[in-house]
C-alpha cells in the first residue's frame, strides 16, 4: 500500500464481555493462534486417497502458480500493489489461485463472533470474508457471515484513509467505499471495505478480541474456492492484520512449520512477545523494502553445499526482483524454493558430487537432480545445504528440507528454476523453512530465524 498514508489506527478498549480479553491488555500482547497445513487430517481439503507422490506433485502445481503471481504482481511495479485484470480495471492483486492455499487458520468475526475458517497468506494484505447476501458465491462449508446480525459491524466512508489506499477507489451510491479483489486465475471478489471485532482464540486458553479491524466484506464472487471462508492477510501492507496490530503486537509475528510428513502436527502462528525468536543458534538478516511492499525480501549472498564449498547466487537477480537489492522473498504459502538457473545448476552440480548414489529421472518430470537411494537402508546420506542470506547469516538445511521422495527409493533435489516460464523470481518457500521458527519484525525490518522442533512448540 502506499506509503505515505498512516497506519490504520486500532481503538483497544477494555472490554467488559466475560471470557475475554481485548488485545492491548492479553499480557504484553502475545498470543498464538495454530494453523492448519492443507493436507492435514484437521483440514477440509485433507484427501484420504492422496499418496505422498500426489501430494507432491499438487505442491509444484501450486509452487508454479505461486510464482507467477509474484512475477504478474512486481512486473506492475506499482507500490500499492493493484494491477488490472480481465474483470475490472480498479481490482486489489491476489497471490490465490483455485485451491492454491498452503495453511488454514480459525478466528470469529462480528458480535456475537461467528467461526470462519479462511487461508493464511504472507503475501496478501487485505483480510476478507464472503457475506450475506452474496451473489454467485462459491460454497463454503460454514454459514455465511451476516453483517446485519452484528452490532459491531461499520461499512467505511470512499473518504476514510483506509479506503484511500486504493489506487482507484469506487464508491456506492451511499459513499460506501467498495473493493475488487482479483486473483491470478481471473477469478475474482468484490464488496464493502468495513471495520469489525475479530477474536481469536489463543492456544494458552483465551479469546483475544481486536476491535474495529478493517476488512472486505464480499457479497460477489466469481469462481470456485474451496479452501475456506475467505483470507487472511499478513503480508507487509497497510492493510494485512500485522499493520493494523500494529504497536499492540510491536509489531512482530512469527510462524514455525513441522514437517510435512507429520501430517497430525499442528503449526503456530504467534504474534507480539510470544512471537519472539532468540537462543544461541538464531541468526538474523535484513527485511529488504520492496515493490509490492506486501512482499517479504531477503538478499541471499551464497548458498554452500557440505563439502563442497560455496556458490555465489547469481548478481543479475537483484535487479530482476527489485530496486534495493532484495533478491528473494521469503514466503509461507510457496511449498518449494526457486533459484535462477545459474545459480540452481551450480548448487546441483556440487550436491551431485558429494553423492554417491545413482543419478535417476524424476518420474514426474518436476526435479532436474534425483537419486535412487535403494539399497541404502537407512544409511542413505544426502548434504547439508546452506543459505547465507546478508548479514552474515547461514542457515543451515537438513535433507529433509531440501530433499523429497518423489517415488519408492527415488528422492529429488527440492529446488526449481525461477528461469522456467520467465518467472524470474528467487523464492524460499515453505519445505525449507520446516523446523525453524521464524519471526518477523516489521519495525526493526528483521528476520530471525532458529532451527526448532516445530511439532513440540
Not at 58 to 75: C, P
Amino acid at each position: 500500500m502506499v506509503s505515505s498514508i498512516p497506519s490504520l489506527a486500532i481503538s483497544l478498549l477494555i472490554l467488559s464481555t466475560t471470557g475475554f480479553l481485548p488485545l492491548s491488555v492479553y499480557g504484553t500482547g502475545g498470543f498464538s493462534v495454530d494453523l492448519i497445513h492443507r493436507d492435514s487430517p484437521r483440514s477440509p481439503l485433507s484427501d484420504s486417497s492422496s499418496t505422498p507422490s500426489s501430494r507432491l506433485k499438487a505442491a509444484a502445481e501450486r509452487s508454479f502458480s505461486r510464482a507467477n503471481y509474484f512475477r504478474n504482481a512486481m512486473q506492475q511495479n506499482n507500490p500499492s500493489f493493484f494491477a488490472s485484470s480481465p474483470s475490472a480495471s480498479d481490482n486489489i492483486y491476489s497471490g490465490i489461485t483455485e485451491n492454491s492455499s498452503e495453511y488454514l487458520m480459525s478466528f470469529y468475526v462480528g458480535s456475537p463472533a461467528k467461526e470462519v475458517l479462511a487461508i493464511a497468506d504472507t503475501g496478501s494484505d487485505l483480510i476478507w470474508i464472503q457475506c450475506k447476501p452474496c451473489k454467485e458465491c462459491y460454497p463454503q462449508t460454514t454459514p455465511l457471515f451476516d453483517p446485519q446480525a452484528s452490532s459491531t459491524y461499520k461499512v467505511i466512508s470512499c473518504k476514510a484513509d483506509s479506503c484511500l489506499t486504493q489506487s482507484r477507489e469506487s464508491c456506492s451510491h451511499e459513499s460506501e467505499c467498495e473493493y475488487n479483489y482479483a486473483y491470478g486465475d481471473g477469478s475474482f471478489v468484490d464488496g464493502f471495505l468495513s471495520t469489525e471485532t475479530l477474536s481469536f482464540d489463543s492456544t494458552g486458553g483465551r479469546r483475544v478480541q481486536v476491535p474495529s479491524t478493517v476488512f472486505g466484506c464480499t457479497h460477489h464472487s466469481n469462481g470456485t474456492f474451496s479452501d475456506g471462508s475467505g483470507i487472511v492477510g499478513l503480508g507487509g501492507g497497510q492493510l494485512s492484520l500485522i499493520r493494523q496490530l500494529g504497536s499492540s503486537i510491536q509489531s512482530k509475528f512469527s510462524y514455525c512449520l513441522p514437517p510435512l510428513s507429520q501430517s497430525s502436527a499442528t503449526s503456530r502462528l504467534n504474534f507480539g512477545s510470544s512471537a519472539v525468536v532468540s537462543g544461541s543458534s538464531s541468526i538474523t538478516t535484513p527485511l529488504i523494502p520492496g515493490n509490492p511492499d506486501t512482499f517479504y525480501f531477503l538478499h541471499l549472498d551464497q548458498i554452500s553445499v557440505d563439502g563442497q564449498g560455496s556458490v555465489l547466487v547469481n548478481p543479475s537477480m537483484q535487479a530482476s526482483v527489485n530496486a534495493h537489492q532484495g533478491n528473494i522473498i521469503i514466503d509461507s504459502g510457496t511449498p518449494l524454493t526457486f533459484l535462477d538457473n545459474e545459480t540452481l545448476q551450480s548448487v546441483a552440480n556440487k550436491v551431485a558430487s558429494s553423492v554417491s548414489f545413482p543419478k535417476v529421472t524424476d518420474p514426474n518430470g518436476i526435479f532436474s537432480l534425483c537419486f535412487d537411494v535403494s539399497g541404502s537402508g537407512d544409511d542413505a546420506k544426502l548434504p547439508d545445504i546452506t543459505f547465507h542470506f546478508s548479514g552474515g547469516a547461514p542457515v543451515v538445511l537438513h535433507e529433509d528440507s531440501t530433499f523429497v521422495e518423489v517415488a519408492k527409493n527415488t528422492v529429488c533435489l527440492a529446488l526449481l528454476s525461477s528461469d522456467m516460464d520467465g518467472i524470474g523470481v528467487n523464492i524460499f518457500g515453505n519445505i525449507a523453512q520446516q523446523n525453524f521458527h521464524i519471526g518477523y519484525d516489521l519495525s526493526a525490518m528483521q528476520l530471525t530465524i532458529a532451527p526448532a522442533d516445530c511439532a513440540n512448540m
